[in-house]
């Protein structure tokens, strides 16, 4: 399966979902792909790694007669529940699911090996499905998630950040030559004359100051 074909589908496609695709094809080199691209997407994330106190909304679509509904979960401490453990992991805080079975597939225990508490969800329901939410700020907003915030108002976030924003490589954090001062997002608002990376401007991805992932 090629990129195009995952992505202007209408369901969505989770990494997980594109691998077991690949699989049926007996595709073994798109398998693999399907799930390392997966993890890098996540790994490489401005907001990555998930913080305490992330909210994380999952929606379900609708399938087999069932309507949709949303999960809402919070990434804690692990040691809150039992004291051996230091890592992170997902606890629900709330759905919207006809029936308390039929939600908190992804809250706890842990990501096997120190994964982030979001993995098995990012795999397996995919980054379309999620919408993370830091200090009341959208920090990723799937094409089909819901965030259960009012809409964003953007000129009021463009006032608040004083009409900043700020540059990011579409790796995240800056070109390698770039001599610009940086931001806590490792990006740049303000470039420095004679920075061999300005010509690179077009590439960046943009946000608003008051919406940085970093603050
Ligand atoms: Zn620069
Ligand atoms: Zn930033």
């Not at 994330?45 to 913080?51: C, E, L, Y």
């Not at 470039?191 to 919406?211: L, N």
């Amino acid at each position: 399966m090629d990129e195009t074909q995952a992505t202007t589908g209408t369901e969505p496609t989770s990494p997980l979902e594109q691998a077991h695709q690949a699989k049926r094809a007996r595709d073994l080199t798109g398998e693999l792909t399907a799930l390392t691209r997966g993890h890098e997407q996540l790994e490489t994330a401005s907001w990555a790694p998930t913080r305490i106190g992330d909210r994380v909304v999952l929606t379900v679509g609708a399938s087999g007669g069932r309507p949709g509904h949303t999960e809402t979960y919070e990434v804690v401490s692990s040691s809150d529940r039992d004291p051996i453990w230091e890592e992170t992991e997902l606890r629900l805080v709330s759905h919207t699911a006809a029936t308390d079975a039929d939600a908190g597939w992804y809250a706890g225990p842990p990501e096997f090996g120190g994964g982030d508490a979001i993995e098995t969800a990012w795999m397996e329901a995919g980054p379309d499905r999620l919408a993370i939410i830091r200090g009341g700020v959208v920090v990723h907003q799937g094409r089909h998630a819901e965030t259960g915030l009012p809409p964003r108002d953007v000129d009021a976030i463009a006032a608040a950040s004083k009409y900043v924003k700020h540059g990011l490589s579409p790796m995240g954090g800056s070109f390698l030559a770039c001599i610009c001062p940086k931001e806590p997002c490792g990006g740049v608002s303000q470039e420095r004359k004679g920075c061999p990376e300005h010509d690179r401007e077009p590439c960046q991805r943009w946000h608003w100051a008051a919406e940085c992932p970093a603050r």
